[in-house]
């Protein structure tokens, strides 16, 4: 059972190519003091400032990297050269954005101020070079990385490279004069769309608007330097029409449906940052030098918001995750897939598109044939127009009516519907089949893997790897353990989550592990709501007032009635919860088969894949309480019973697989942030009235 966040859509993981390592003409003597920039010159006279940030992966713009880099400047203006080139020594890429650990819970909006003054008066002194200043740029270019690289006369890229302002998904905006450089040198409209959804755009979407004035493969790169510092290569220029849509007239009428849009998909009220780059635009797009000024003052406010550091927390939340997946395990090369339905087959194609062979079975041939079908269409999705990597895809995908991948592979993965007989027996035929060393996982969502590793032969080899619904934009993967299960088996577990671009949470087998747990009562008491009489477009929309990305009951129709109603049936009669019984009006529409988006009809009327709702009424306001608290309450409880002993991998769980409102930084982190006191005392006020389902968990003592 799964939501979408609009805001957390923009979170996929970047598919970054990483090409070759480029190569760095290194004449010339390292600039001595610097740790990470080396400054040279070529024997045309041409300096090269190459960053490699010291004990770092990946290049960030640290403040200690932006001082460095004023020393460099400090160099061109000693020794005139003829021109300058700024790279990468990094293979992954040229940089990627400001170093958010130096954002982490600041609390002084003049000193934000005056940071970000300092760096901006670095990057003009760039901009302000009478030389041509060429930015070379390969795998990504994104954020203050790409502020950097608007800076300079020129931008090269090799093939591949990924262009992006991410700054939204931090509650910010740019704030290194990219709002200014970006919206004068390329069509506004269209780099305040690219700011605004914190998308990343590929090689040939950034030449084509102008973002990028070459594109080459890495071996033509010093032919594409000593063009541009020849002034052979073109340079594109706003013209006089595109001088027109930045006229004031033109952006407040433009900037009327950019606010009806961001409102649609990040309200003002939980995110501001989109919001204010389009009153920053809006107000200063026509004077640059004054939209540079406004900009810092913007980008100190919104540091500050309660919005901006939950979702820098939720940043290094995703880099925990991340980190568990690096397990000293062997790596998986193939994976086969047992179940061609929706979440099989999606979990067969991803494997595909990130470089596994996959080969994937069914009882029925039909269903591998509408697998690979899915696949194709997702691929055309993703590739941008590559065809190449479409194919070699396909290639990966293997259809498999017999199961012989099952005796090649290194994971097999069970993806059958939530029925332990029916697993049972899919195990019983395939374990014996797996080769040495191979790991048996099920995808089931909820069920204990103590009840599904009986008469297994191994069963210090079967895991629970269960995926998120839609497989490919998700990026949660529940990682279950179970008392025989071996140190070895998890570790391949979790490096299989890693290595196809998900993140690992791990948890202990029980019932409904993290997500679903937790999601469970949110869902069963909206249906109480419902049966008490409040129209499901209410309820709906307490929730989605609240911030969660769509509301309940049309999750519900989401994810299927039958499904639903299923999954808390079980959890209620395996953890013993005092939730009331089903209503009469959820078994019949499942008796009848309105299961939801699926039938076409459940709580809803579905058409075009959107559910046909009436106008809401403005909710009570103790709505969003009996909703969300539930939830906080039940991750509690799986806090406390270890279920998952991290309260951050909770809540990164409940993000990541749930969508649950960002900005507020997951169920048990809004909790501590509204007061837990607080929240107990709500918790009991609703169970005076409402019933002991809302009884305070014990487990509140641990996060006092």
Known sequence: ????????????????????????????????????????????????????????????????????????????????????????????????????????GVTDEAAIRRRIEAAHGVVDRLAALTIPTIAVMHGYAMGGGLEIALACTQRIAVDGTRFGFPEVQLGLHPGLGGTARFTHLCVPIKAMSFMLTGKSIHDRQAKAMGLVDALVPERHVQAAVDAAVAGALPQPRQGFVDRIKDSAPARRMAARQMRAEAEQQAPSAHYPAPHALIDLWEEHGGDFEAMKRAEIASFARLMLTDTAQN??????????????????????AHVHVIGAGAMGGDIAAWCAWKGLRASLSDVKAEAIGRAVDRAAKLYEKIAHGDRLKIRDALDRLIPDPQGHGIARADIVIEAAP?????????????????????????????????????????????????????????????????????AEAE???????????????PARSEPGFIVNRILTPYLAEAMVLMDEGLAPETID??????????????????????????????????????????PAWLREKVEAGDLGRKSGKGIYLWKDGKAVKE?????????????????????????????????????????????FAPFRGGPLHYAQTRGVDDVVAALSRLAERHGARFEPDAGWELLR
């Open 541 to 582: 929309r307490a929730a989605t007032d609240f911030g969660m990305p769509m509301g309940p009951l049309e999750l519900a129709d989401q994810v299927g009635l039958d499904v639903a109603l299923d999954v808390a049936e079980m959890l209620k009669r395996d953890l013993g919860w005092p939730l009331p019984d089903a």
């Open 1 to 104: 059972m799964t939501m979408q966040d609009p805001v957390c859509a923009y979170l996929e993981p970047r598919d970054l190519s990483l090409g070759p390592v480029p190569h760095v003409p290194i004449e010339g003597v390292p600039t001595e003091g610097m740790r990470h920039w080396t400054y040279t010159r070529d024997a045309a006279g041409v300096a090269w400032a190459v960053l490699d940030k010291q004990d770092a992966s990946t290049n960030t713009l640290s403040q200690e990297v932006i001082e460095e880099l004023a020393q460099i400047l400090d160099k061109v203006d000693e020794r005139a050269p003829k021109a300058l080139v700024i790279r990468s020594a990094k293979r992954e890429g040229f940089l990627a954005g400001a170093d958010i650990a130096e954002f982490r």
């Open 311 to 332: 979702l820098i927390r939720m940043f290094f939340l995703r880099q925990k995750l991340k980190d568990l997946s690096h397990a000293d395990a062997p790596e998986a």
């Open 491 to 505: 570790g391949i577990a979790r490096a299989f989550v890693g290595r196809i671009g998900k993140l690992p949470a």
């Open 418 to 486: 939530e029925k332990i007989d029916l697993k049972r027996k899919l195990y019983a035929e395939a374990e014996p089949r797996m080769k040495g060393g191979a790991i048996l996982a099920s995808n089931t969502s909820s069920i204990p893997l103590a009840q599904l590793r009986e008469g297994l032969a191994r069963p210090e080899r079967f895991v629970g790897i269960h995926f998120f619904n839609p497989v490919s934009r998700l990026d949660l993967v529940e990682v279950i353990a179970h008392g025989g299960l071996s």
């Open 615 to 659: 106008k809401a009424e403005a909710p009570d306001p103790e709505l969003a309480d009996r909703l969300i608290l539930p939830m906080a309450n039940t991750a509690v409880a799986v806090l406390r019973e270890g279920v998952s002993e991290d309260a951050e991998v909770i809540d990164a769980a409940m993000i990541f697989g749930t969508g």
